[in-house]
């Protein structure tokens, strides 16, 4: 997979991330969904997340509704896909990459980023927008179950 010089091409770097972001992407929206549920409203966190484009309305809806509810998803899936890719470019040609622990602290490194650059340098209006339904341990536990799904997607592409 690695190219000579220690860095896989972009095209290598779009299906790892296809793949880990997709898993990322399920994961994390599994454990939104699961989060809302609890909190009686399991919808509601994914509906959040179409606040970018449809404002307060998406951010108080409760019941699953296509229009919330499938844009949300989307959204949450997009981005899930650009983080993916970009972890993809910068760790995917290091051997210690296919390593278990190595592997998970590159994962943790992302969402972490990503986290950072979702709250303290995005505009309030593209913020991921379950933060609006959930507690703090709440989010950190979507970020968790994102990398999760890095770690755990870019080891089976690795294998390959």
């Not at 994390?28 to 606040?51: D, F, Q």
């Not at 970009?86 to 986290?115: D, F, N, T, V, Y």
């Not at 709250?119 to 970020?143: D, I, S, W």
Request: charged share 15%.
């Amino acid at each position: 997979m690695p190219r000579l010089g220690g860095m896989i091409t972009w095209k290598q770097a779009l299906r790892e991330g296809a793949v880990s972001g997709s898993l990322a992407s399920v994961l994390s929206g599994a454990y939104l969904a699961w989060a809302g549920h609890r909190r009686g409203e399991a919808a509601a966190p994914i509906n959040a997340v179409s606040h970018w484009f449809f404002g307060r309305r998406s951010l108080e809806a409760d019941e699953p509704r296509a229009l919330y509810t499938l844009t949300g998803y989307l959204t949450h899936h997009g981005a899930s896909l650009f983080w993916a890719v970009l972890h993809a470019k910068a760790w995917g040609a290091r051997q210690e990459a296919k390593q278990a622990l190595p592997a998970a602290a590159g994962a943790i490194a992302a969402a972490s980023i990503a986290c950072f650059v979702d709250y303290q340098l995005t505009p309030k209006r593209f913020t991921p927008g379950f933060e609006h339904r959930l507690a703090k341990p709440e989010m950190v536990n979507v970020y968790a179950c994102f990398a999760l799904g890095l770690m755990v997607g870019s080891m089976l592409m690795r294998k390959r």
